[in-house]
């Protein structure tokens, strides 16, 4: 056994099995095959969270919602207030409810400190809230605690709807937690057909620096209503309606592809894909909305914004646009959809994306991501510190866009950083997000710390000696 | 008093899970990665956590379990992520450290990692192994728990050499530097464990380094056996995890502790324990920081005496912090921790006797306890970490960040609050939040106050 990893200790800065979740663009369209939608390799140090956190995140901004861990205290620790989505009413999902199992319940089980939990915040909780979410954590879909059961018990007694999220880490990869987390939508908004109404929902906007806000600002000037918000700024009361609405607007697919699916055969709700970034994204998006919702009016109505917006942010842009064409950059985010907004943005002024990763694209988004990337970008699956460490010394990006963990990495090896993150303040889609993205492009891609970066106090022996020499003349002097 | 306001509940937790301690405490020794062996998502909610307080690139491997690992057991996937891993970033020492789901489905990690270096030619790479399941404990005793079985599993009887142990509480890299350098005043030779000053706060450089430089050294850790002492910084470190107990009972290496040194007793205690254990007078640097501090505690005295002050953290860290609040005349008025917290509430009753009001002290706690005690207690200023941003955020009482996680502020890498010198600059870091809220509207309210209008 001992000869079976020749050269075992070699540092690789690719291994071996990660090789066929990269491919490189080469020739205009088609072509080029990428490994997706596996399981992470073990020690590849994926970026990659679990489907725990992926039913969170998208559960989590409804803000009058009770959002339970049923766990040890880990998972509802680190997810605590844990992304930038803002209310304008209530603050109840800021709070982390967490049943912090121990040693005990793990053996025995967890089932009636859950049960006494719920009973707990119906009793102590003002005002009394109406929809708890309760999400079981590895160690609960490992002792098998009926969390089903307890929910529809609870839920029976209290008349408030207290819906499960089978969400244990280990069952797959977060994609799985919004398919989840989908699935508890559905479950909230029951069976029964409602009467449809003239007005739309929109899934897939976390608000997160008030996004839904100014995208409903636009609604609200071509004369479309928003039915529910699903689910930046989102209420029980909202969603439950959400079946009446006439048409869903999807903005990020990734995460609402399988509620929308299901809106549209359980209720009969059409729905289309919209993005709010860039000029030919918004526009298209506004006015395709506008078509199917509103009518000519509308879409008359949604022109005139658009035309009224271009013409005020145009101009802005075109000033960054100057400082900034030309530069390449790095894109590493984690879902498609906003790999493939950034992208197309990135193409608008001028900058040319060379290094494209996403953590759980599909064979069709990495499709979309190929035709739009420039030549010889390199895009990856699921992607690895090492790895883009590897890119970022190979292709020398200007600058880097993408999450947290990407920050760090970047910012150590001097390159300039753009944070596209879930707990961002401000907003980054829609104009007033244009605005801000290019502003920080700027920012950060022509700051004076980066000519210090390049800088060395002493960068030989000898000059050491020089330096000392020329103090001793100015002393002299 | 109860410790929680909900019995079945823990809302808006006081504390991190153990293994989180663990990658403190890894990341502390030279050239290692850890390995946490679990689900995919623990790794990616520690690196973010501990990223976003030390802006650090912080890589740590999972062996990634899915489904069939958890039902047929994780062996082949941590082999394989042990392997991955090693060739990915070369490191010499790994630490291994269980999760939640390990732990319950009931890995042996000892015997996978025994295993994996018999299966391969891996002779150069020590693997240290920890189990750290995160409904055992919190991130203190899980920092303290990898710790000991670092010592445990690596210190072997060795010829006995001049150099003292010193074992660290999590302190910022900042402090940890300025602790040396108060060793280094007295000329110690010292094995520090962890040694996170440089691991966890490197310089920029412009040739990036996947495991950045410092840690402590693997051999060093072999010799602790023959240290002439251990000191052992944190008086709250429960027999059981202490590697200094377990230096001591084993290898009868004497075992000294101490608090943080923070404020001027427990300074002056540290102090004299390093006079003590090097032989040599004090250096000339103490007394005049010492003057220097108590002068300022002087100047400050008149504003200090009216902070009343909510003080949440690791036990080691808010004992130290109640102490310098105690000294300066202020009211440490709810120290509070999500940990076990029995020798912190045996520690305090000895210095808080005389006091007219009684601190509230809450172990095993939750914010939201700590937040309505706050309220009900009227506290005036917080000191503690990232954790009481909603309380600062709903009204308005301003924090002292310390200890970790700190998310909100920059620098809570590089903070320096021990010694004389760093006590002072705590001082004055309270002080000066304290004024700013007071001064700042000092004209309006004293005229809303005393000016008769016609």
């Given amino acids: ?477 | 008093m109860k410790n929680r306001n909900f019995t079945n509940l823990n809302i808006n937790p006081c504390k991190m899970c153990m293994p989180m301690g663990a990658a403190i405490a890894f990341r502390g020794i030279e050239n290692s990665m850890m390995m946490l062996h679990g689900s995919q998502g623990c790794s990616a909610y520690m690196r973010t956590h501990l990223t976003t307080h030390f802006s650090e690139p912080i890589d740590i491997a999972s062996s990634s379990l899915h489904e069939n690992a958890t039902i047929y057991g994780g062996a082949d996937n941590l082999k394989k992520g042990l392997k991955n891993l090693i060739q990915l970033y070369g490191p010499k020492v790994i630490g291994i450290s269980t999760t939640c789901l390990a732990e319950t489905i009931g890995e042996d990690i000892k015997r996978i990692a025994a295993e994996f270096k018999a299966e391969n030619d891996v002779s150069g790479i020590n693997i240290i192994t920890t189990n750290t399941p995160g409904y055992g404990g919190t991130l203190y005793e899980g920092y303290f728990t990898a710790l000991n079985d670092i010592v445990k599993q690596v210190a072997k009887q060795d010829s006995l050499h001049n150099k003292i142990n010193i074992i660290m509480p999590y302190l910022a890299p900042g402090d940890v530097r300025n602790i040396k350098g108060m060793l280094e005043s007295f000329d110690i030779e010292y094995i520090m464990l962890p040694d996170i000053s440089k691991t966890f706060d490197a310089p920029f450089s412009k040739e990036f380094k996947k495991i950045p430089e410092g840690g402590t050294k693997y051999d060093d850790i072999e010799a602790m056996s023959g240290a002439k002492a251990t000191l052992e910084v944190g008086a709250t470190v429960p027999d059981s995890i202490s590697p200094g107990k377990y230096l001591l009972d084993e290898f009868n290496v004497p075992l000294y502790r101490c608090p943080i040194p923070v404020g001027v007793e427990n300074t002056d205690h540290f102090v004299k324990i390093l006079s003590s254990i090097s032989q040599r007078a004090i250096p000339e640097r103490f007394p005049e920081e010492r003057g220097r501090l108590i002068d300022g505690m002087i100047d400050a005295h008149k504003l200090s005496a009216g902070i009343k002050a909510l003080i949440y953290g690791d036990p080691d860290l808010i004992y130290a912090v109640s102490c310098l609040c105690l000294e300066n005349g202020m009211n440490p008025s709810i120290i509070s921790t999500g940990t076990h917290g029995s020798i912190l509430r045996e520690l305090l009753s000895g210095k808080i006797g005389e006091l007219e009001e009684k601190p509230l002290i809450l172990d095993e706690t939750d914010f939201e306890t700590i937040e309505k005690h706050a309220l009900e207690r009227k506290v005036n200023l917080i000191i503690g970490n990232s954790g009481g941003k909603q309380i600062t955020e709903k009204y308005g009482i301003p924090p002292v960040r310390i200890g970790f996680p700190i998310q909100d502020r920059y620098g809570g890498q590089r903070l320096v609050y021990t010694g004389y010198s760093g006590s002072l600059k705590l001082l004055d870091d309270i002080c000066n939040t304290m004024l700013a809220g007071k001064f700042g509207m000092h004209r309006k309210i004293m005229l809303e106050r005393y000016f008769h209008k016609e």
């Fill in chain 1, 1 to 477: 056994m001992g000869g079976e990893f020749k050269g075992f200790l070699d540092v690789k800065d690719i291994l071996t099995e990660r090789k066929a979740h990269i491919m490189v663009k080469s020739g205009c369209c088609g072509g080029g095959e990428i490994r997706c939608e596996k399981e992470s390799i073990a020690g590849s140090v994926s970026q990659r969270a679990c489907v725990y956190c992926g039913a969170r995140v998208v559960l989590n901004p409804i803000t009058d919602a009770v959002h339970i861990v049923h766990g040890p205290i880990g998972c509802a620790s680190y997810t605590w207030d844990l992304r930038g989505s803002l209310s304008s009413d209530a603050a109840l999902f800021r709070n982390s409810f967490s049943t912090d199992l121990g040693e005990q319940d793990i053996i025995f089980g967890g089932e009636k400190k859950l049960e006494a939990a719920i009973e707990e915040i119906v009793k102590k909780l003002e005002p009394k809230p109406k929809l708890i979410f309760v999400y079981a954590t590895c160690v609960v879909g490992v002792i098998g605690d009926d969390i089903d059961a307890v929910c529809r018990r609870m839920q029976k007694k209290h008349g408030i709807r207290v819906i499960p999220v089978k969400s244990s880490g280990f069952t797959g990869a977060k994609p799985l937690g919004y398919k989840l987390a989908c699935a508890a939508l559905l479950e909230l908004m029951g069976d029964d057909q409602q009467e449809k109404q003239p007005g739309i929902n929109i899934l897939g906007d976390y608000n997160h620096g008030g996004e839904i806000w100014i995208i409903e600002g636009y609604l609200k000037k071509i004369g479309i209503k928003v039915i529910a918000r699903v689910t930046g700024d989102s209420t029980y009361g909202q969603l439950i309606k959400a079946p009446s609405a006439s048409l869903n607007i999807v903005e990020c697919s990734g995460s609402m592809a399988y509620l929308s699916k299901q809106m549209e055969i359980k209720f009969g709700i059409p729905s289309i894909r919209v993005r709010f970034i860039g000029f030919e994204d918004i526009r298209n998006s506004l006015v395709q909305v506008a078509e199917i919702a509103g009518g000519q009016g509308a879409v008359d109505k949604a022109l005139k914004l658009v035309d009224e917006e271009e013409a005020r942010v145009k101009p802005i842009i075109e000033t960054f646009k100057k400082r900034l064409s030309g530069k390449t950059a790095a894109v590493c985010v984690g879902g498609t959809y906003k790999a493939i907004a950034i992208i197309r943005q990135l193409k608008e002024l001028g900058i040319r994306p060379l290094i494209i990763g996403t953590q759980h694209g599909s064979p069709e988004d990495y499709k979309t991501i190929h035709d739009f990337s420039v030549e010889g970008a390199v895009i990856l699956n699921d992607t690895s510190p090492a790895e883009i460490e590897k890119y970022i010394r190979e292709k020398q990006p200007d600058i880097f866009v993408g999450n947290v963990k990407e920050r760090v990495l970047a910012l150590k090896m001097g390159i300039p950083f753009v944070d596209f993150n879930h707990d961002r303040k401000y907003p980054l889609t829609t104009y007033e997000g244009m605005i801000n993205f290019v502003t920080e492009l700027d920012l950060t891609a022509n700051h004076p710390v980066w000519k210090w970066a390049r800088t060395d106090l002493i960068s030989k022996k000898d000059e050491f000696e020089t330096m000392i020499s020329a103090e001793e003349e100015v002393l002299v002097k």
